[in-house]
């Protein structure tokens, strides 16, 4: 019998992973589970300053604008959103992508419309007041090398950012990438940075040439 592990980033993530693995023994896809997780990170107010879900940071506008995506390893399917507003369950958006749209990604309004089409409710008031200070985080790459099958990430992005930017977190080789004949990768830093360099997807192609995750 199959042994289930569910991984994540950060010392916040515990709960999280705590209930998505207890999704996958009580039988749910791993799909689902990654999606149940993040959630409750997402709906949790406290885990804003994390810079996820429902108590993220505000951009210059006031508003609150996340990005997220899910990649099956499996096959390399991947839904996400960029710049979706109202809606604070951003990963479970972007799952609905990757089940029921036939494009990979969506944007913005038109993340925003998705989700009301989908039966999400938009919600008001979402996200913490502006900061006037800088954030800063440290770079790290997550590599994992085992009979791997989806990944997926939630932010509110950097604190105080232009309407409309987008960071790493989201697309695909760079804040995240999955390949379940080889391991997976995810990242957290500075997105513009990290853009640069396509880090998770370069990771999983050096496990592939037969580097150990720790090399």
Same mark, same amino acid.
């Given at each position: 019998?199959?042994?289930?592990?569910?991984?994540?980033?950060?010392?916040?993530?515990?709960?999280?992973?705590?209930?998505?693995?207890?999704?996958?023994?009580? *039988?749910?896809?791993?799909?689902?589970?990654v999606e149940?997780?993040?959630?409750?990170?997402?709906?949790?107010?406290?885990?804003?300053?994390?810079?996820?879900?429902?108590?993220?940071?505000?951009?210059?506008? *006031?508003?609150?604008?996340?990005?997220?995506?899910?990649?099956?390893?499996?096959?390399?399917?991947?839904?996400?959103?960029?710049?979706?507003? *109202?809606?604070?369950?951003?990963?479970?958006?972007?799952?609905?992508?990757?089940?029921?749209?036939?494009h990979s990604?969506?944007?913005?309004?038109?993340?925003?419309?998705?989700?009301?089409?989908?039966?999400?409710?938009?919600?008001?008031?979402?996200?913490?007041?502006?900061?006037?200070?800088?954030?800063?985080?440290?770079?790290?790459?997550?590599?994992?090398?085992?009979?791997?099958?989806?990944?997926?990430?939630?932010?509110?992005?950097?604190?105080?950012?232009?309407?409309?930017?987008?960071?790493?977190?989201?697309?695909?080789?760079? *804040?995240?990438?999955?390949?379940?004949?080889?391991?997976?990768?995810?990242?957290?830093?500075?997105?513009?940075?990290?853009?640069?360099?396509?880090?998770?997807?370069?990771?999983?192609?050096?496990?592939?040439?037969?580097?150990?995750?720790?090399?």
């Amino acid at each position: 019998m199959s042994k289930q592990c569910v991984v994540g980033t950060w010392p916040f993530s515990k709960e999280p992973a705590r209930v998505a693995l207890g999704a996958l023994l009580k *039988g749910r896809s791993a799909t689902d589970a990654v999606e149940a997780g993040i959630n409750v990170a997402e709906e949790d107010w406290s885990y804003g300053p994390y810079h996820v879900g429902c108590g993220g940071w505000r951009n210059l506008a *006031g508003e609150l604008q996340l990005d997220a995506a899910i990649m099956d390893g499996r096959d390399l399917s991947f839904g996400a959103v960029t710049a979706l507003s *109202g809606h604070p369950r951003a990963i479970s958006v972007a799952k609905r992508v990757l089940t029921h749209s036939r494009h990979s990604m969506l944007s913005g309004a038109g993340a925003s419309a998705f989700a009301v089409e989908h039966g999400f409710k938009s919600q008001q008031g979402l996200g913490r007041d502006k900061i006037v200070y800088v954030v800063l985080h440290l770079e790290f790459t997550l590599p994992i090398q085992l009979n791997f099958s989806p990944l997926g990430v939630s932010t509110s992005g950097a604190a105080n950012k232009q309407p409309g930017r987008v960071g790493d977190s989201a697309l695909p080789g760079a *804040g995240l990438y999955a390949d379940s004949e080889i391991g997976a990768a995810c990242c957290s830093g500075d997105g513009d940075e990290i853009l640069k360099h396509c880090p998770s997807y370069r990771v999983v192609g050096y496990i592939r040439q037969g580097f150990s995750p720790h090399e």
